[in-house]
């Protein structure tokens, strides 16, 4: 069972003080005067906290997260390290499937996330190995759910060419703005790219597509994403129960914007069923 006045003032006093939409936290914190939580198990809480947290403008990144291994009070904390570790081993650091195909098209599907950069890194390098070979590029993001600013860069070292690229900076309240660059990789894919993407497609792969789209360097196809550009912080509410908040704001060097709730617009609408074979012959190559 749950002690719920001061677990809902912790979580009003942390949305309050550090969450990143300035014009929502008021409203936020109000609502959350209503959340009834006795009773409940702390798997019920979370759910309904987070169903609480985003009834005022639907930010999918601000939630309460069951952890009945135990909550992290950050990410980079030994709970989230460990776990990510044993994600990047469990799911090839984000990479589901590289294939390079008779036609000469190099594919890449990302999902669920891409793991934090050092865990990635060796992944990444052997992806863009196998397909470096390829006339053209599909990168596969339909079932892509996350992954971290560092990461989306490393990636994008292997696709924006020979000099480093300014991808975006992330502003948080109080502190210098951090910069995201390019390191341009020798293993790099020069030839088309079409990125696809589905209306679930979220947070760090919405940027990699974001990224590329804004640059001219790809073609995304498919439905727009999800809408969740702020980088998140972790904070420990009890022994099971951690809250994610955005604390930052996200700022692409091209646009001077984000994808924050409005998701990142395909340049060719499809279902995301269809948008592989809706790449491919954009490419003027065979579906597979």
């Given at each position: ?94 990479f589901r499937r590289v ?134 912080e972790a ?54």
């Amino acid at each position: 069972m749950i002690e719920t006045s001061q677990l809902i003032s912790h979580v009003q006093e942390l949305v309050g003080e550090r969450y990143v939409l300035r014009d929502h936290a008021a409203a936020i914190v109000a609502d959350l005067d209503a959340v009834e939580l006795a009773g409940l198990t702390p798997e019920a809480a979370a759910a309904a906290l987070t169903q609480r947290l985003q009834r005022a403008n639907n930010d999918r990144h601000l939630r309460v997260r069951h952890r009945p291994e135990g909550a992290a009070s950050d990410f980079s904390g030994a709970e989230h390290e460990a776990r990510h570790a044993a994600e990047a081993l469990r799911n090839a650091g984000g990479f589901r499937r590289v294939q390079l195909l008779d036609d000469g098209v190099g594919l890449i599907e990302i999902a669920p996330c891409m793991s934090p950069v050092h865990l990635a890194e060796p992944y990444v390098r052997a992806a863009f190995t196998l397909v470096s070979s390829a006339a053209a590029l599909v990168i596969d993001l339909r079932a892509g759910r996350g992954g971290t600013p560092e990461t989306v860069a490393l990636i994008c070292g292997h696709l924006l060419g020979k000099e480093p690229v300014h991808l975006q900076d992330v502003e948080e309240l109080g502190c210098p703005p951090r910069q995201f660059w390019t390191s341009p990789a020798a293993t790099r894919i020069d030839g088309p790219i079409r990125v696809l993407t589905s209306s679930t497609t979220f947070s760090g792969c919405e940027e990699l597509a974001y990224n590329l789209q804004a640059l001219g360097r790809a073609v995304v196809v498919g439905e727009t994403t999800g809408g969740g550009a702020h980088p998140v912080e972790a904070f420990r509410l009890t022994d099971v129960l951690e809250l994610h908040l955005p604390t930052a704001r996200s700022v692409n060097a091209v646009t001077g914007t984000n994808w924050e709730q409005v998701g990142v617009k395909p340049d060719i609408a499809c279902r995301a069923d269809d948008a592989l074979e809706t790449a491919l012959r954009d490419l003027h190559l065979e579906p597979v």
